[in-house]
């Protein structure tokens, strides 16, 4: 995990200043785990629209009738 304390002391040093030092410490965190689980989160999002999208094409080809 040195990455990921690195990361929030580089945060901390860029938003020193804006408030106290508990405040700064709290969004430095914050920003970090965003970096981190932001990704994976719209991962997930977006694979389950996509399969929410193929299963509806499924469903709609399933009920036609074959032309004979």
């Known amino acids: 995990m040195p990455i ?9 040093s860029q938003l020193q ?3 106290p030092a508990d405040i700064v410490s709290i969004v430095a965190e914050l ?3 965003a ?3 932001g ?7 977006i694979t389950s629209w996509i399969l929410k ?3 509806g094409y499924r ?9 004979h």
């Not at 990921?4 to 901390?12: A, I, K, M, N, T």
């Not at 990704?39 to 999002?45: E, F, G, H, I, R």
């Not at 469903?59 to 032309?67: F, I, K």
């Open 4 to 12: 990921v304390l690195r990361l929030q002391s580089v945060v901390e």
């Open 17 to 19: 200043g804006i408030g």
């Open 31 to 33: 920003v970090v785990a």
């Open 35 to 37: 970096c981190f689980f």
């Open 39 to 45: 990704p994976l989160v719209a991962a997930v999002a």
């Open 53 to 55: 999208r193929t299963a």
């Open 59 to 67: 469903a709609a080809q399933s009920y036609r009738h074959p032309l």
